[in-house]
């Protein structure tokens, strides 16, 4: 059994999708959340300049989408077939791409704002219409079991409802998804001892 180090910033951003991975499976892993007073000497160290990170025994990966990858795989939440692999992946890739249009980086407020409210109005939709004619009637997103599809999805929609209460209102089907994900036990249990935070 490997040894796991994850580290990141005390809040859920890139770094939750790994966590639900961590907990569903129920593998131990060291949780090296730092602090953003201690970011820049810790910025010092990595080889990108980037978290999170994930410490496997001796190697170091970087990637947040890399990270959840390789952890699904090695717990068999990937996809069943290298063709469910494929659909998963585009899955967590196309939401991936709408989630990186939000400003997060942008200091000015005003410009943040507005640049928000535009993604909402123009490109959110775009995302919920085809998860929500993608996922259909059925339970997960691939196949007939979770994958960490339906993790990432669930991850981000925390994010989307915090920045748009209603958003999710007139897709049930995903707002289901995103509360199946939250009952299953493990991750039940994670959400509730994680820190608490907007992020």
Same mark, same amino acid.
């Given at each position: ?16 999708? !790994? /966590? &639900?991975?961590?907990?569903?499976? %129920? @593998?131990?892993?060291?949780? *090296? ?34 990270? !959840? /990858? &390789?952890?699904?795989?090695?717990? %068999? @939440?990937?996809?069943?077939? *290298? ?117």
């Amino acid at each position: 059994m490997s040894n796991y180090q994850l580290t990141y910033f005390k809040i859920r951003g890139r770094a939750e999708t !790994a /966590r &639900y991975i961590f907990a569903y499976s %129920g @593998i131990k892993y060291e949780e *090296n959340m730092i602090e953003m007073a201690d970011w820049p000497n810790i910025k010092k160290s990595l080889l990108f300049k980037q978290i999170p990170v994930l410490k496997v025994d001796d190697t170091v990966l970087n990637q947040s989408t890399a990270i !959840a /990858r &390789y952890l699904a795989k090695e717990t %068999g @939440i990937a996809g069943k077939s *290298n063709l469910e692999q494929a659909q998963v992946d585009a899955i967590v890739d196309t939401i991936n791409d709408f989630m990186n249009m939000f400003p997060w980086t942008e200091k000015d407020l005003a410009v943040k704002q507005k640049i928000t409210e535009d993604v909402f109005a123009n490109n959110i939709p775009l995302l919920l219409d085809g998860l929500s004619e993608l996922l259909g009637d059925r339970m997960w997103f691939v196949g007939d079991s979770v994958t960490w599809a339906d993790f990432h999805w669930a991850v981000c929609s925390i994010t989307l409802t915090n920045l748009s209460a209603g958003i999710l209102q007139n897709y049930p089907t995903l707002l289901a998804l995103k509360e199946r994900v939250e009952s299953l036990p493990k991750i039940a249990a994670w959400i509730e001892q994680r820190p608490k935070t907007p992020l």
